[in-house]
């Protein structure tokens, strides 16, 4: 299974997508973990120590790597470099493992948001590609509110694609446009998930805010969440409740998945 992660920023896509991991590996499964999101945080959510989680250096900042690959030096535009370049041995290369998870850490260019063929997107988009395509693993994509950096073939081979949401206007607004995106882009299966719940109220303002979309469960507003992300642990061992909730939420998708 491939599932992407999206939402507005701060709305919980990270735990989210680290409970998941955890949830799939706790049934033997071989799970790969994608942060793609520039502000990178699912290092933490995984419960990765801080001082090992600097040593893992985003793909896109790796220059000789990308130079290696492509031909290219990144930053450069124009030129002749390889749109192909080789990626299947970067996850057990590049990737830091944790109780049956690879974490990779994909990093931004500078130029990745205007869709350029620039060498370290052209690296970032075939790694993305070749994970979501080509793996049997599952894998499972942290990425921005944006997903601009999804292809048409790759989004195309996402098996679930799930919009975080909390109770807010601008998180709804959000949501709506990561549908119409998905939609462009040939993705088969939107989901929300709506997250900080405190009550039936905040239920009923999201589930009339994303009418026409799915609702695949929520989670509680849950102060174990917080106190995790202070400690720099996983919320997964952190927030029984919390992963709880997502399990729900996680059969609820496959189920409706398998239906299909």
């Known amino acids: 299974m491939k599932i992407a992660v999206t939402g507005k920023g701060g709305v919980g896509k990270t735990t989210l997508s680290s409970i998941l991991s955890y949830l799939f590996a706790s049934e033997g499964k ?26 893992i250096r985003p793909i896109a900042d790796l220059g000789e790597l990308i130079e290696e690959r492509t031909g290219a030096k990144p930053g450069s535009m124009g ?13 057990e290369g590049l990737g830091y ?15 990745a948001s205007s869709g350029c063929y620039c060498p370290e997107n ?9 994970l979501v395509v080509e793996r049997d693993e599952i894998v499972i994509v942290d990425m921005e509110a944006g997903i601009e950096h999804l292809t048409r ?39 929300v998930v709506a997250n900080k719940v405190r009550g039936e109220e905040d239920i009923a303002f999201i589930k009339h805010g994303i009418s026409g979309m799915e609702l ?36 609820e998708i496959e189920k409706t998945l398998n239906a299909g």
Request: proline residues 6%; hydrophobic residues 45%; glycine residues 8%.
């Open 30 to 55: 071989k799970v790969i973990s994608v942060d793609a999101d520039p502000d990178a945080n699912l290092a933490s959510a995984l419960g990765i120590p801080p001082e090992e989680a600097k040593k």
């Open 216 to 251: 695949a469960g929520y989670i509680t507003f849950n102060d174990a969440v917080m106190q995790a992300d202070i400690k720099g642990a996983s919320p997964f061992s952190f927030s029984p409740k919390t992963v709880e909730e997502i399990r729900s939420i996680k059969i």
């Open 153 to 191: 073939g790759t989004a195309g081979s996402v098996d679930a694609f799930i919009v975080v949401v909390e109770p807010g206007q601008r998180s709804i607004q959000t949501a709506g446009v990561v549908r119409d995106m998905a939609k462009d882009l040939g993705v088969k299966k939107v989901f």
């Open 122 to 130: 052209v690296l970032l988009r075939r790694l993305l590609k070749h």
């Open 79 to 91: 030129g002749i470099f390889k749109i192909n370049p080789k990626v299947d041995d970067l996850p």
């Open 97 to 111: 493992k944790i109780n049956g998870i690879t974490l990779l850490v994909m990093g931004k260019s500078k130029a």
